[in-house]
T-cell receptor, first 113, second 109 residues
Framework: NAGVTQTPKFQVLKTGQSMTLQCAQDMNHNSMYWYRQDPGMGLRLIYYSASEGTTDKGEVPNGYNVSRLNKREFSLRLESAAPSQTSVYFC????????????FGPGTRLLVL | KQEVTQIPAALSVPEGENLVLNCSFTDSAIYNLQWFRQDPGKGLTSLLLIQSSQREQTSGRLNASLDKSSGRSTLYIAASQPGDSATYLCAVNDYKLSFGAGTTVTVRA
């Protein structure tokens, strides 16, 4: 099992460009999450999907959109990148949201110039 | 809004010393608390998960305690080794995970 995979591993964007971060899990999990990690601030939840077909905002959703493509895949889109979105982005999944352990991908490092 | 604090932000100890990492949270209505390890440039690895009904959880040299009433958890790592050098994050689960900023540990050989 690969667990949670993320692509790309690293990306450089110019302000105003768009891109989609991809996430896939092969653990048959129902719930999936997107976080961003900034120095000294811990991880903050951007969006989550409790089950296929549903998505909800987290703590810092502004400037992002998500798509739960199917049970395996959950993508994060930046429509018009800003320097404030420079961060490390982590995708995670769990069996069912709430009480379960979350499993994390290796992260995508994004630099917006 | 749940606030999670980890003190100290960084810790350096000689090999063999026991490590004590602290985590505090503001809202005691939680499902569970999780401790993660993060190596530089890597993702998060789950170490221990303590359910709200539990007082502690153990795995090898790691022991985590939970005191919901006081909003505290402590991660103990016995007989530290250089390979334990990493950032340790605690996360409180009240349906969504709220993370502390982490404690960066350096174990000197």
């Amino acid at each position: 099992n690969a667990g949670v995979t993320q692509t790309p591993k690293f990306q450089v964007l110019k302000t105003g460009q768009s891109m989609t971060l991809q996430c896939a899990q092969d653990m048959n999990h129902n719930s999936m999450y997107w976080y961003r990690q900034d120095p000294g601030m811990g991880l903050r939840l951007i969006y989550y999907s409790a089950s296929e077909g549903t998505t909800d905002k987290g703590e810092v959703p502004n400037g992002y959109n998500v798509s739960r493509l199917n049970k395996r895949e959950f993508s994060l889109r930046l429509e018009s990148a800003a320097p404030s979105q420079t961060s490390v982005y982590f995708c995670a999944s769990s069996t069912n949201g709430g009480r379960e352990t979350q499993y994390f991908g290796p992260g995508t490092r994004l630099l917006v110039l | 809004k749940q606030e999670v604090t980890q003190i100290p932000a960084a810790l350096s100890v000689p090999e063999g010393e026991n490590l004590v990492l602290n985590c505090s949270f503001t809202d005691s209505a939680i499902y569970n608390l999780q401790w993660f390890r993060q190596d530089p440039g890597k993702g998060l690895t789950s170490l221990l998960l303590i359910q709200s009904s539990q007082r502690e959880q153990t795995s090898g040299r790691l022991n985590a305690s939970l005191d919901k009433s006081s909003g505290r958890s402590t991660l103990y790592i016995a007989a530290s080794q250089p390979g334990d050098s990493a950032t340790y994050l605690c996360a409180v689960n009240d349906y969504k995970l709220s993370f502390g900023a982490g404690t960066t540990v350096t174990v000197r050989a």
